[in-house]
């Protein structure tokens, strides 16, 4: 009588001795989830200080919907870029050491209270409408309040699912050799997360990236097509087209192609005499954003004058973008002895542009052609090969 035949894993990948359709499925969710920590984590760490922005929007949502602890939410607003920093490093660290089944049970335990801490943020997001981009997957993939909240629900359920089936796994790897890929992976992490603060994010995913045309962006990619929900008679009727017909009732007006809407909706530049987006269009313009003065890094602004100053007789022209009010950037532009013409745009906007504080962007004739940290300024000669 032949023996039964007990079906065995052959490596080292952390599957149980006996592999069943469950241990399977078990080994499948850790992958899922490791992976996908690991990958939101990377996007978010690639640009940090947007990520900065989402937590200090979440700190004054709930620092003014739950008064008791308003002050604690407003304490940690200052704190929002290191934390920013930390919570995305350790998405990562906690995805590797999930997918080498490094400390197992204390890592499905440290991302179950993870998980649970984030689809509380995407559920108060979804239902109360408030900051309705969550950030998940940074300016990588952007998904609805309610899109982020199943992600999340989905996310839970498989680590609750790894948890319950944590007997199904064994050591895949040494202690000693894990200690040294979860260390590595957090050196790299926080060295990825400063780098990016310190300079710019390294895969630019925003819409004033270089290369960019932010006039162009500013148009819809495509003709728009709407679906028009009419009433005639009791009866709703929808249309392609608006009905010629006067005797339907229009209900409501639904958008076909979202994806074809405008990149850019909110770029606008002004001064006390007007408009002048448009201005700022028109030849090579070496832009200096300063989205709030008194978060200025002073050191990099005699630098930033001198380049100015370097660039007389060029043709491009210097002007700043700021969003504080004309009387605290008057005091500033005379204190840093900043010659340049200067404009207001949105702080939020700014801030999209560059990373930056104060940060360089080149325009010529609208289309990106360089940004720069203040940390790596360049030289007239460079802004001028960039024109080239």
Known sequence: MRPSVVLKSQDEAGFSRRQTPVSVATQVARFLVGTVFIFSGLIKLNDPVGTQIKLEEYFEVFATDFGALHGVFHFLIPLALPLAVLLCAAEVVLGVALLVQYRLRQTTWVLLGLII?????????????????????????????WQSFGKDVVLLGLIGFILVRLGDFRMATNQRVGSWVVGMA???????????????????????????????????????????????????????????????????????????????????????????????????RLVTVLADVTRAAPSSLAAVGALAKALEGSGVQPMVLTASDEKTFEHFRHQFQLAMPYYFADAT????????????????????????????????????????
Request: with cysteine; aromatic share 14%.
């Open 186 to 284: 957090t050196a790299l992490s926080m060295g990825l997360g400063i780098y990016a603060i310190r300079h710019l994010p390294p895969v630019d995913l925003l819409p004033y990236r270089v290369g960019a045309s932010i006039p162009a962006q500013m148009k819809p990619s495509a003709e728009l097509r709407y679906l028009y929900q009419m009433e005639k008679d009791g009866k709703r009727v929808e249309f392609t087209k608006y009905p010629t017909d006067t005797t339907y009732h229009y209900q409501a007006m639904v958008l076909l192609n979202p994806e074809a809407q405008p990149k850019i909706t909110d770029y606008a530049v002004w001064n006390n005499e007007g408009d002048f987006t448009r201005q700022t269009f028109e030849g090579a």
């Open 349 to 388: 906007v700014l801030k999209t542009i560059i990373r930056s504080n104060p940060g360089l962007v080149l325009l010529s004739n609208g289309t990106v052609k360089g940004k720069w940290h203040y940390h790596d300024l360049p030289s007239a000669a460079e802004v001028r090969k960039k024109l080239e």
């Open 117 to 145: 801490f984030f689809t509380f943020l995407t559920f108060y997001s979804a239902y109360f409408n408030k900051v309705t981009d969550c950030g998940c997957f940074g300016d990588a993939i952007k998904l609805k309040p």
